[in-house]
């Protein structure tokens, strides 16, 4: 019983910012990994980044090192991903997904997933 909903998502030109949120509600949520996987038309789903149920392991696709930032409150349940430097090639539909406690690069390991929000990068 985990449910997530993607926020944050929008039209940004190249070179800005924006942050996403994904929301988690259900009874284990305390003790979520949650990670970020983006799609882009054509192309297969790939991951983004993620983050254990403590904080304590962060993960990222070596594209967005340096430019994405991943990080949690667990008093609001809330995941984000914080994009700064955005590139065209960055625009993909981004979905949240969660697991128990470990964070993990790989999409199967995910049991819970969102809908997805759309993020346009524009030059």
């Known amino acids: 019983q985990v449910q997530l909903v993607e926020s944050g998502g929008g039209l940004v030109q190249a070179g800005g910012s924006l942050r996403l949120s994904c929301a988690a509600s259900?009874?284990?949520?305390?003790?979520?990994?949650m990670g970020w996987f983006r799609q882009a038309p054509g192309k297969e789903r790939e991951f983004v980044a993620a983050?254990?149920?403590?904080?304590?392991?962060?993960y990222y696709a070596d594209s967005v090192k340096g430019r994405f930032t991943i990080f949690r409150d667990n008093a609001k349940n809330t995941v984000y991903l914080q994009m700064n430097s955005l590139k065209p090639e960055d625009a993909a539909i981004y979905y949240c997904?969660?697991?128990?406690?470990?964070?993990?690069?790989?999409?199967?390991?995910?049991?819970?997933w969102g809908q997805g929000t759309q993020v346009t990068v524009s030059s």
């Open positions: 259900g009874r284990t949520t305390s003790t979520l990994a």
């Open positions: 997904a969660a697991r128990s406690y470990f964070a993990s690069m790989t999409e199967h390991d995910y049991n819970a």
């Open positions: 983050i254990s149920w403590n904080g304590g392991r962060i």
